[in-house]
């Protein structure tokens, strides 16, 4: 029988270092993968994944989805520290063995899990209907005013008969709740603790909004740094088994970001938005060109923010954009004086050309915009 495969997850305890010795030296598994970056726990093709309980990013969500990539996972509990074991338990781990025992039974424990190719019980996530609502991803270069176009997006679609779910994943400046006057909580952080911890719904991380709801994004400095792109792409997960629609405002989605690149790369559709001005297009370019490369099958709709009412100015725009990419459909969205007094009250825009604008935008889309009157 062929050694199982291990991802052993480092750390500065001692058993890991004599297992992987020991793996190194005696043979009875094979470390495929020493892990240190949690976003790399399903790259490497490996059987099964060992840990301790000090590992931040053992969840159950992440037990969950090592589960369904045909991977099991042993804990490995510290005698000193009983509430270890229950963490591990708590996490949803196959097999449990204590850091003290010979390092040889730590690898009889790791062979003796069931393999990829066991029948495995049914999880109660396989109860859950697969996630099916369509994922809309709203980015852009700074200043071009991409949040109230994914606001303006929502209520659209939201007006047209499918409540959406907005979700604030800007990784510098969230912004959707000052704009729209709600209260730093509860915000993305409930939403994650509920995915990734178990703990509560993702319906308590929700505010409800005119016709659309809304994720807050993540209060204090550099929200970034506490944000993990399994963690994020989960959560838009959960969200789409509940809303047809989900709205993702990813404003900073051109810099080198693993959640920006993996949001990108799940999304059924990606808004592009720059400001309609020789400026805001050279930008909005360079913005473009670092971005499409973490596209996967998304359709590409661009948006002509603040754009002037000339024909010929609003032509010379559409002919440099269609120089440089070619998109599923372009929208002019014109200046309206409705958006200052809608950010100074809180609220949604009223209905005039940026509305309207925005409606067409939905449609092509493919997610149902408001109805005309």
Do not use: K
């Not at 997850?9 to 009875?28: I, K």
């Not at 070619?326 to 809608?342: C, G, H, K, M, Y």
Request: hydrophobic fraction near 45%.
């Amino acid at each position: 029988m062929a050694e199982p495969e291990i991802a052993l997850v480092f750390s500065a305890e001692e058993w890991v270092e004599q297992l992987h010795r020991h793996c190194s030296d005696h043979g009875g598994a094979r470390v495929r993968q020493l892990l240190v970056d949690p976003e790399l726990a399903l790259d490497e093709e490996y059987s099964t994944l060992v840990t301790g309980h000090r590992w931040p990013a053992l969840t159950p969500a992440l037990v969950d989805d090592l589960h369904r990539h045909g991977r099991s996972v042993l804990g490995v509990w510290d005698r000193g520290e009983p509430e270890s074991r229950l963490l591990l338990s708590a996490a949803g781990v196959d097999g449990l063995v204590a850091s003290d025992v010979a390092t040889s039974e730590i690898v009889d424990a790791i062979a003796a899990l069931p393999r990829p190719s066991d029948a495995a019980p049914a999880f109660v996530d396989d109860l859950i209907p697969a996630a099916s609502g369509r994922r809309v991803v709203v980015g852009g270069p700074a200043g071009a005013g991409t949040t109230e176009i994914a606001i303006g997006l929502a209520a659209a679609v939201g007006r047209g008969g499918v409540r959406p779910a907005l979700v604030d994943l800007d990784l510098v400046a969230p912004a959707v709740a000052p704009r729209l006057g709600l209260p730093p909580e509860p915000n993305l952080r409930n939403a994650i603790d509920a995915v990734e911890f178990r703990v509560g719904s993702v319906h308590d991380a929700i505010a409800r909004v005119a016709t659309f709801d809304v994720v807050a994004g993540l209060a204090g400095n550099a929200p970034r740094a506490r944000l993990r792109a399994p963690e994020a792409l989960r959560v838009v997960d959960a969200l789409a088994r509940e809303y047809g629609v989900v709205i993702i405002d990813l404003a900073t989605g051109g810099e080198d970001s693993a959640v920006a690149h993996g949001l990108l790369g799940v999304a059924d559709a990606i808004v592009a938005v720059g400001v309609a001005s020789p400026v805001g297009l050279a930008r909005f370019v360079n913005w473009l060109a670092e971005t499409l490369p973490s596209v996967g099958a998304a359709d590409l709709h661009i948006v002509m923010n603040r754009a002037p009412g000339q024909a010929f100015r609003r032509g010379e725009l559409h002919d440099e954009v269609v120089a440089t990419v070619r998109p599923q459909s372009l929208t002019f969205v014109p200046t309206d004086r409705r958006i200052d007094e809608a950010s100074w009250s809180g609220a949604v825009v009223g209905r005039g050309p940026f509305t309207r604008a925005l409606r067409d935008l939905a449609r092509r889309i493919g997610a149902p915009g408001e109805r005309a009157r």
